[in-house]
């Protein structure tokens, strides 16, 4: 039979057998988190070819202001304001009103005719022709106005 000595050389000589797998380099680098963006060191710390702000990754964060599209201010320093700055592409306060739609395009409240980015669309014409007013914002009033011609009074 055997002692209890015998058993315990026997289980570390089989213990010492078996293998335990090595974590190869390769092994390591996959388990690390990718490169974060640091927006205000000046350098492209993911790899992405992009620097800080002009990294994607910071839009929006402390250092990298988002430019409001209706405010009249250049928000993100880049020299361009509202939807003259790409950064506005889309949004829907840069969306031109289409004046004879029938929809509020540009989300202001006003629909075609009545939203005043259509004064002197050929869409909205002169529609009270003695009122003293220029309706449709093309510089002519009343029966100076060609779409005021045939109209009774001019």
Known sequence: MY????????????LSSVSLPAC?????????????EI???GIDN?????????DNDCDG??????????DGDDNDGDG??????PDCDGDISCIP???DDGIDNDGDGFT?????????DSACPETDCNDGIDNDGDGFIDCDDADCTGFPGC
């Open 3 to 14: 002692s209890t000595r015998h058993l315990y050389f026997l289980f570390l000589l089989i």
């Open 24 to 36: 190869s380099e390769d092994e390591e680098e996959e388990d690390e988190m990718p490169p974060t």
């Open 39 to 41: 927006c205000d060191d």
């Open 46 to 54: 993911d790899g992405d070819g992009f620097i800080d702000c002009d």
């Open 61 to 70: 964060s402390d250092p990298c202001p988002v430019e409001i599209c209706n």
């Open 80 to 85: 361009l304001i509202d939807c003259d700055d």
């Open 97 to 99: 009103e289409i004046c």
């Open 112 to 120: 075609d005719c009545a939203d005043f980015d259509c004064l002197g």
